[in-house]
């Protein structure tokens, strides 16, 4: 009986020791297999992150087809909606989805594509609720086993965060595209408040959103585009309150999101750019992040003329040239104006601001918060924000004035450009809008014809890039 028993009880230890081998093996297994699904989607939504579709589609359908046999027709489908979104994503991001629909063409493929991906992944995460705890997160049992509820689960959470994702970029689409921004460029002067509150919301909104930690790069890659658009818009809006810090801010935030992308995107020994920086001549990445650059480029520019006297005071007109020709594709409006000046034989060439109605109104350049600033009235709530020869026709200010506020000649100092003789003086007045409260002034020491197409050319080309309307109709492909 000793022996027989003693011989049971080490079977039957050595039964229970090779059990407890296996469920080590298995809970090894388990973790590998887990793992593994992860640094999948990491380097697949790695490639999307430095906009690398292609590859990023080529290694899904790759994962896929070795899935076919792993029992998880989650993961399965999960990877074939990653391959999809990539070229998706390609697509958002060169702005096909801003091409001109042909006859009989149905709507925007783009945005047609991810409604589709929406509805896929919408069905795969509808499972998931079935089987979530009460924090809402995926069943712990059998987490990394292919097939099994637990890893099923974790695979259908990531897809309701995908989900959100792709709501994100239809609002984007809804806001680049047919609804907002080149509606907006297509009025005579875009209301970049209206703009800029809409593109807040969809941050906002959005910001909490897709926030597993596999999707960072996307998320990521969205909130760069966000916050640089809204840094863009609020720059522009600033400009047109003549108000020098905010607007410097806001470019300079702009600028560094720029650059923070542009580091993530590129490898480690990429440079950064300056602020002044030309990284257009020759980029190869997609058509909306060029855009953003351009923006930039274009909106630095207008700064530049609209704060140049407050620039001028702290570099030479060399310095101040060389800074504006790095810019690339933008322009260098003080040059345009010196040469047009000189060809016309204009008395002055001014750009008169309106700071009658403007509370917080505190004049050029920059001033502390805590500094009394008298408010301005009769002929100084009128200031020449840029004037060229330096200083403003002083003569001829009551006469610039009254016109400006001639509230008759409103839509056609936003629709061209305006024209009257002073027979007292002898002195003609060219006049277009170029900002709600900013006005471009020519002055003549003689009789022109208002129909001189030079003269009049010139100043409404001038308003209209000021105005950077092309900027943003620049975001439809040709």
Sequence with gaps: MDESFTFVFRDTNYLFLAYNRALGDMAAATRHVGESEDSILQGLLGYFSKFNYDKAKEQAEKERDLSRFSGSTVWHSLLSCVAQLASVEKLY????????????????????????????LSDLGLERRRGVGTNGNPPASGSGVLGSPGC????RHLCSHLVLFIKARLQMIAFISYEKLLEASMCRLMNFEELLLQVTEVGVKNSRNFHHPILTPIKTNFTYECD??????RSQLEMQHWR???SLIHLHDAHSKLNSWHSAIQPKEAKKYGFSSNFLKSSPHPALYQWLWQAKAAFVSKFSLYFHETLAAQSSPAE??????????????????QSFQRRADAVSVCLVFE????EDYRGAGYHHPQEAVSVPKGLDSYPAIFSYPNNKPQDRWPSIVMRINDRANETILQDGVVCFFDQQIGSTYFLCRVDPKVTIVVVFDAKKSEKDSYIKDFIYDLALQLRCNKVFTNLKPK
């Design 93 to 120: 991001m060169n702005l096909s989805f801003l091409t001109a629909k042909g006859f009989l063409r149905k709507e925007s493929s783009v945005r047609a594509s991810y409604e589709s991906l929406n509805l896929e």
């Design 152 to 155: 099923d689960g974790i695979l």
């Design 228 to 233: 640089i658009l809204i840094h863009l818009l």
């Design 244 to 246: 020098f810090l905010p």
């Design 320 to 337: 101040m040239k060389a800074l504006i020709s790095r810019q690339g594709q933008a322009c260098d409006y003080v040059s345009k104006i």
């Design 355 to 358: 700071a009658a109605e403007v």
